[in-house]
């Protein structure tokens, strides 16, 4: 009971209000950043719509497999974040570490993975404004396309870079033993953080990889 | 506080999704046609999105306050994405000036892309 009352902000009456007031704040934050990534998905919409030669030339340089497997990996790191949810909920504090440290090394392989293609577009020199040597048919508008994959890609890989962080301070505030079955309303933020994250990955797939 | 969904239930939901990326994977290779390869890839990622909202994030048993919420940002985005294409996309429905063409602003088409990125 102790823990529940340090728990509590003296702003709310209860940890109910609380948390329902948490997660309406996280919701009013992803709310900004779907508007934020709505703006890059719009801009690829009107690109692609005028270009759409050099797009698919452009995503014929993508790997779909790895783009593919990149898929699964962050599918299976937002199960493993709702499992850490579900140990939160009912305060199995062991197994929520156990999932945290899951899901943080399910994102760790997904960004070895970007880093891997990012290297091997620099080694073929397709890395617009840094080495872009492309010869083939629609040179300018696979350098659009490839603009557009390192930009929706980079900030994209930032975000999880951002989650893994706070996935980190959610691991030691879990080791102190400071959640509860009453009071886990971090974890539940986290979480709905890294599954946004996870649905804008479910978008750039299709969009980035597999244009025919 | 919210309500515990059972695990089996996540293990579904996360085979689901699996399901449905290796259906747009395939679908990919599928020519429809026209712009319809596009719209089966957008449509089978708003399944996906929806059932991570709804089950990962709970949403399903959440307050009517959260779908208002949620509600508020579709819309604003369909607004963004509405207005803009709206715009770009029925450019060349009417003839416009030489001078304007010279531009090579996206949606006009009166020359084929590739042209128009070369005359640069």
Redesign the interface.
């Known amino acids: 009971m102790a823990e529940s009352r340090s728990a509590l902000a003296e702003q709310f009456d209860d940890?109910?209000q609380q948390?329902?007031a948490s997660?309406?704040g996280m919701?009013?934050f992803?709310?900004t950043e779907?508007?934020f990534f709505?703006?890059l998905?719009?801009a690829y919409?009107?690109?692609r719509?005028?270009?759409?030669?050099?797009f698919i030339a452009g995503s014929h340089h993508l790997d779909?497999i790895l783009g593919?497997l990149m898929?699964?990996i962050l599918?299976?790191s937002?199960?493993t974040?709702?499992?850490a949810v579900?140990a939160a909920?009912?305060g199995h504090s062991k197994r929520l570490i156990g999932f945290l440290l899951l899901t943080m090394c399910l994102g760790l392989v997904f960004l070895s993975i970007k880093g891997y293609e990012y290297w091997h577009k620099y080694h073929t020199a397709m890395v617009p404004g840094v080495t872009f040597h492309y010869q083939g048919?629609?040179a300018?508008?696979v350098q659009l396309f490839l603009i557009f994959y390192f930009v929706m890609t980079a900030i994209h890989a930032l975000h999880m870079i951002v989650g893994l962080g706070l996935q980190i301070v959610l691991v030691v505030l879990a080791r102190r033993g400071l959640f509860s079955s009453?009071y886990y309303t971090p974890v539940?933020i986290i979480?709905?953080y890294w599954?946004?994250v996870?649905?804008v990955w479910?978008?750039l797939?299709?969009?980035l990889y597999?244009v025919? | 506080?919210?309500e515990?969904?059972s695990?089996r239930l996540?293990?579904y939901?996360?085979a689901a999704?699996?399901a449905l990326?290796?259906l747009?994977?395939g679908a990919?290779?599928i020519?429809f046609g026209g712009h319809l390869?596009l719209i089966v890839?957008?449509t089978?990622?708003v399944c996906?999105?929806g059932l991570?909202?709804l089950?990962?994030?709970?949403v399903r048993y959440?307050?009517r306050?959260?779908w208002v919420?949620?509600g508020?940002?579709?819309f604003?985005?369909a607004l963004?994405?509405a207005l803009?294409?709206g715009d770009?996309?029925s450019r060349d429905w009417l003839p416009t000036s030489a001078g304007w063409q010279r531009l090579n602003v996206?949606?006009y088409?009166t020359h084929p892309?590739?042209s128009r990125?070369?005359d640069?």
């Open positions: 940890l109910g948390y329902h997660t309406l919701w009013t992803l709310l779907i508007m709505g703006a998905f719009t919409t009107v690109y719509s005028a270009y759409v030669e050099g779909v593919t898929t699964a599918i299976g937002s199960l974040m709702a499992l579900h909920q009912v048919p629609y300018d508008t009453a539940e979480g709905l599954h946004f996870d649905i479910i978008f797939y299709p969009l597999l025919e | 506080m919210a515990i969904i695990q996540y293990y939901v996360f999704l699996l990326t290796l747009t994977w990919s290779y020519h390869n890839a957008v089978i990622a996906k999105a991570v909202v089950f990962f994030m709970h959440s307050s306050l959260i919420f949620i508020a940002g579709i604003w985005l963004l994405l803009t294409l770009y996309l996206p949606g088409t892309p590739e990125a070369v640069q």
